[in-house]
């Protein structure tokens, strides 16, 4: 019987309540799955036959040591998903980047080095942006995130010089349709779209994440948004996982995110969701 990893962090050792619902569904495969917690030396990952990334969601906090982790496993030709290159890339929000230079879409960002951090007022009125989101080069969950509009500019100052002294800075244009639409998230599973969920944010405030009061709901996208989504998909190598994210402006969808490491999948806003990730498992384990 197959055995796979199911790797989580030691906040989640069992693995949150929606990763434990892929437990069923990979039983009824033959495939027998157990969490194991990132950075536990106890752990041989030589032992299983796939190790599939979950909940890692302290990996920011630690970034150096998660991909020396990362880079261990490729030495050791280990069955990662996602794969390992394809980790290291999405790990820093630099592939933005990457995907912008290949015709998607993307959020309108800017990366300021050290000798423009006390121009970020200027920056923003020569750019026409009214408000805008700071951000780390390598986060999760809006950590460290702060809004910003051109009164308030300067205040980010400080914030600005310790994110260029860690992963270094980001700075995105702030998209209002995040607070009267939502932003929406799609999941695919080997490369074939499962499910999506819209996300609003609580009243007063930009962050969707439930972390910070905010709600999401199972909806159907947009034959646009869809097929936005699936071409970012298409220009990557082939994923187990994938979650896109991103808002709807002027009619066009434009991504946030790429998350390919350790999304949140939704699986519970889905009744097919678990057995599909399960399934893409499973045909991993047959290639």
Not at 63 to 79: D, N, Q
Not at 155 to 169: K, M, Q, R, T, V
Not at 263 to 271: D, G, I, N, V, Y
Request: proline letters at 6%.
């Amino acid at each position: 019987m197959p055995r796979v990893a199911l790797v989580t962090s030691s906040k989640f050792p069992n693995l949150t309540g929606d990763d434990r619902l892929l437990l069923a569904p990979l039983a009824e495969r033959a495939i027998q799955a157990e969490p194991a917690i990132w950075d536990d030396p106890a752990v041989d990952w030589s032992f299983y036959d796939a190790i599939v990334l979950r909940s890692t969601w302290d990996y920011h906090l630690k970034p150096e040591t998660f991909l020396r982790w990362i880079v261990a496993l490729a030495t050791a030709r280990a069955p990662l998903w996602n794969a390992p290159a394809l980790v290291r890339w999405n790990a820093n929000k630099t592939y933005l980047r990457d995907l912008d230079a290949k015709g998607i879409a993307v959020v309108p960002t800017i990366w300021p080095e050290l000798g423009e951090l006390a121009t970020l007022r200027e920056m923003l009125r020569d750019l026409g942006w009214t408000k805008a989101v700071v951000k780390p080069r390598i986060s999760a969950t809006a950590y460290r995130t702060q809004l910003v509009t051109l009164e308030t500019a300067d205040s980010a100052y400080g914030l600005l010089a310790e994110l260029h002294d860690g992963s270094g800075a980001m700075i995105q244009k702030f998209m209002d349709s995040i607070v009267s639409d939502g932003e929406w998230s799609l999941i695919f599973f080997d490369r074939v779209f499962s499910h999506a969920v819209l996300k609003m944010p609580r009243a007063g405030d930009f962050r969707v994440q439930n972390d910070f009061g905010g709600s999401d709901r199972l909806m159907d996208p947009p034959a646009h948004v869809l097929q936005a989504a699936t071409n970012t998909l298409q220009t990557v190598e082939p994923t187990l996982y994938a979650r896109v994210d991103g808002v709807v402006e002027d009619n066009r969808f434009y991504l946030m995110e790429l998350e390919l490491i350790e999304p949140a999948l939704f699986l519970s806003s889905h009744p097919g969701a678990p057995a599909r990730f399960a399934e893409a498992i499973a045909k991993q384990l047959q290639a």
